[in-house]
């Protein structure tokens, strides 16, 4: 059975201004162990659908509307608070973009790793000190027992990030769901944290969700990747094939406009156009009015993500058919 | 280019914006509606009436609402509604009057000692935190001891109290305006600095110091009140809320009415200034609203 | 080397650290900026990389007077900046400008875009009513925004829009130099991509020199003729773009192009081997010697005793590091 099985996740935004259809969908699959990551621009859904998972999306105004997600056979999305509670962090553990602000300034970082040990009654006093200590030494905080007793003000960007990590693992969960966990660092750092990640999961034995806007940071960590836009899923294969050869016109798009560190043109591609509104309904792909290769047949018909090749599909109408070659 | 200009799309100010989230909440509304009311029947209704607030009639004594009296009279056989409503506009000037001198200090100190900064700042805001430590009560009984019981003087020492708390709010938004990307633009434009802080500082203070001037007013009535049921503020045969309140309590079992209508006006327009108040905050700061 | 337009010699900008409550005596100095020397030709564009506290926003301000330099002097097309009065300063200005990272808090939001760039082009000159709104559009038109949208506040468009018109506002005062401080750091991907397009464009039509300042190596790769690494306050290496990224001589520098270099599973075995360790150091107490070498990974003894000189090892490409012969095989 996998680990976490994600099917038809739909969530939308009630606003004043109209519904919000933030997540349409949405569907992937985690065994034990695999790392899968999620890249997006800004508005692709990408957050909103991990945020679901959890229960974390405030509703009102967000709805989780239809999907199940089961993990290790049990639906999160129709679970009771209760029962979420005790997933989140002992089983299911999430570390954020900034740190800063997703650590508690009021407590020093001994109290906060020790709280997923005491609150899920994993150990007593003592000895959740004890794997406290071991757990931010993991991480490579250098100094750990003197700076174990400090506040999260005192330490830089990239130790703090480490922090949070060992509080998302410490209770050794199952899955590690990480978003955007290096936008905010320095590249050197976000180098030293991606390698951490890895370490950890390969050493534990950890599935990981990472999210980003950044295809080469996810195709560092994970082995595989999807690509969303709009709400959707429009692409989903290994990581180093769609690093290489990406079967999805906006998976290209967001390969070309980042500048490469070899080539230096005379001028970048550019998108055009603008990301869709989700509070308009949109028929046929979403894609389309900025897609290079669409034609009439993107806007009527029925878009889905469908397998291409093996362990690739694309949502792309054009690749399903295999009219066009993206690359 | 005559086009550009008659082609050019009306933006949407962040005070449109506000006032239209303004709008959409409830109870401000309700309160603005309510204080407009209020405000329009102290001002405009004594000249209406055919009583006026002193004009005492010791016959009749504490008389229980009538069709002569609607509510009723005081123990002098004063009118009470001409009273209320009279009181009305000695509460809402003190509350305006006392709020505009304490907006005034408040702002001023506030802005010097925010764009100072360094020493002159420390010290500026030191002094304020010693004044924070003064018995208020103290202080105005002395004042009012010291120069007699003057109107004038009454809201002058309130408003030199409640400065305090409105120069804090104004330095707050200062220092961290100072820091604001496009101040430094502005320097970097090579603005001179009078137009950096008319044109870019305060149109950004006035956001939050809105908000606290409503909120100061229902402090500074609740301040005169006091004062007045004390017997150091507003002296009969004026009247204010507080006066009457004081009177009314005095008279609690004979003449309930005495004490039930000063009260009931006095709180709904307490209530009315604090649901602005809120509704201002949340419809001024995006992150607070609640939709 | 053409006629140089911005000099800096051995600048300093340090922030002291002040206790105490009447009477503030110094207990010791951020050193954000510890003795830059560079000079920039008319036209050339220089990017200058480094990670969060290497002092390269400082440097901006300094350069750009915003902040005084504790040592040193910033020359502008010959003049330095500190010979000049007050008033004389605030009419220098127009020369050079800066565009700042974070494009919502660098637009005033209770101003329109009209009004905004109305009162840039207004700072330095007077120009009549009815050629503002002429010189307004032309200006918009250069940054690729529609004049219609000239009424609109800032929150009414989005980052890389906003992003445009303080592009628009800096050129309204017709600078020479254009100072970018991590210009597309907050814009998406998709974004960044078109901000960059303009800046190269506008630097070639009109002319202007321009410092790119990023912390990412491939954006300031595409715009730069030079990049200069700065780590610590300090120049740790300096030459032609595309030499600096691909024979790079310092360590730092090397470990920020593998850094770089995330998710190409072609060079994933060469990047492992050069991961720093520990984290960018603060500027309150930089190392002794070298200021990099507590991390370096060919640190020898000698390194946190020298601080090492500048010294050109190719054409043009210079760098600050006793071992460079030896970690390069040169």
Redesign the interface.
Known sequence: MALLEVSGLRTAFHTRDGVVRAVQDVSFRLERGDTLGIVGESGSGKSVACLSLLGLIPQPPGRIEAGKALFDGEDLLRSPEHALRRIRGRRIGMIFQDPMTSLNPYLTVEEQLVEPLLIHGIAGREAAAATALAALKEVGVPDAEARIRDYPHQFSGGMRQRVMIAMALIAKPDLLIADEPTTALDVTVQAQILELIEHEQSERRVAVILISHDLAVVAEVCDHVIVMYAGRVVESAPAATLFRAPRHPYTRALQLSRPALQAAGSELYTIPGMPPDLARPMSGCAFAPRCEFATGDCTRSEVRLEGVAPEHASACLRAQRGEIRVT | ?LE??Q?????????QDAWARLRRNRMAVFGGAALIVIAGLSFFGPLLLSHSYEAQNLVLGAAPPSGEHLLGTDKLGRDQLARVLYGGRVSLLVGLAATAVSLTIGLLWGCTAGYLGG?VD?VMMRTVDILYALPFTIFVILLMTVFGRNFILLFVAIGAVEWLTMARIVRGQVLALKR???I?????????KR?IIV??MI??VLGPVAVYTTLTIPAVMLLEAFLSFLGLGVQPPMSSWGLLIKEGAEMMEEAPWLLLYPAAFFTLTLFSLNFLGDGLRDALDVRASK? | MREPYLELRHVKTHFPIERGFLARHRVGAVKAVDGVTLTIAKGEVLGLVGESGCGKSTLARTILRLVPPTEGAVLLGGRNLADLAAEELRAARAGFQMIFQDPFASLNPRMTVHDTLAEAIQAHRSVAPAELSDEIASLLARVGLAARFSRKYPHEFSGGQRQRIAVARALAVRPGLIIADEPVSALDVSVQAQIINLLAQLTRELGLTMVFISHDLAVVRHLSHRIAVMYLGRIVELGPSAEVLERPLHPYTRALVSAAQLGDPDRKAARKRVLLAGDPPSPVNPPAGCAFHPRCAYAIEECSRIAPQFEAFRPGHEAACIRVRQINAL
Do not use: K, V, Y
């Open positions: 280019m550009a200009a082609a050019a799309e009306p933006g949407r100010s962040l005070w020493r420390a604001q990307e496009f430094e633009a502005a320097i970097a434009l090579g603005l001179r137009r044109r870019h149109p950004n939709d």
